[in-house]
């Protein structure tokens, strides 16, 4: 039945796509009591390295320790007692273009709020969850953060990688 399946997928595609067995994009799972079709679509995760040049600015979002979050005299309201981070950055940016469900950032290892992040950078991950495009214009999203940060952040490296798929030497 899969292969039935794939190969009239491919012919519907007219060859603009092919069915990936080994890794797929999504999964369709059809169900034969009620033939319904449930669609899981995989994740889309993004590698990158970050570049901090500002010490008032976060890996992520630093949420006021009173309120959690919901905004306190403390804080001023706002819910943070850092204003931004570099996270904030990327991560709407890669949900907007991806049409995504849900995203998160995955920095590896962390540093103070007060210290800059220099030399090569820090590598993250974002994870995707349900993107509805895989194809982005990772040049233009990576401008428009870096333009978004003004001069607080750089991302030097931005490419998507597949969950099995090691980052080619040097990037690491």
Not at 67 to 86: A, M
Not at 141 to 170: D, K, M, N, S
Request: hydrophobic content about 40%; proline content about 8%; overall charge positive.
């Amino acid at each position: 039945a899969n292969r039935a399946l794939g190969m009239a997928l491919e012919e519907a595609w007219k060859g603009a796509r092919t069915v990936e067995f080994a890794r797929p994009e999504a999964l369709l799972q059809y169900s034969l009591p009620g033939g319904t079709v449930e669609i899981r679509v995989a994740p889309l995760f993004v590698f990158g390295r970050y570049r901090k040049h500002s010490r008032a600015l976060a890996q992520t979002p630093f949420h006021c320790p009173e309120c959690r979050g919901r905004g306190c005299p403390k804080c001023g309201g706002t819910g943070r007692i850092v204003p931004g981070s570099v996270a904030e950055y990327l991560l709407p940016l890669l949900e907007e273009a991806s049409g995504a469900e849900d995203g998160a950032f995955k920095g590896c290892g962390r540093e103070d709020v007060d210290v800059r992040m220099l030399g090569r950078g820090r590598p993250f991950v974002v994870v995707l969850k349900g993107p509805r495009r895989r194809s982005l214009d990772f040049e233009g999203l990576r401008a428009r953060a870096e333009a978004g940060a003004g001069g607080a952040a750089e991302f030097p490296v931005l490419f998507p990688v597949a969950a099995e798929i090691t980052v080619p030497a040097g990037q690491w």
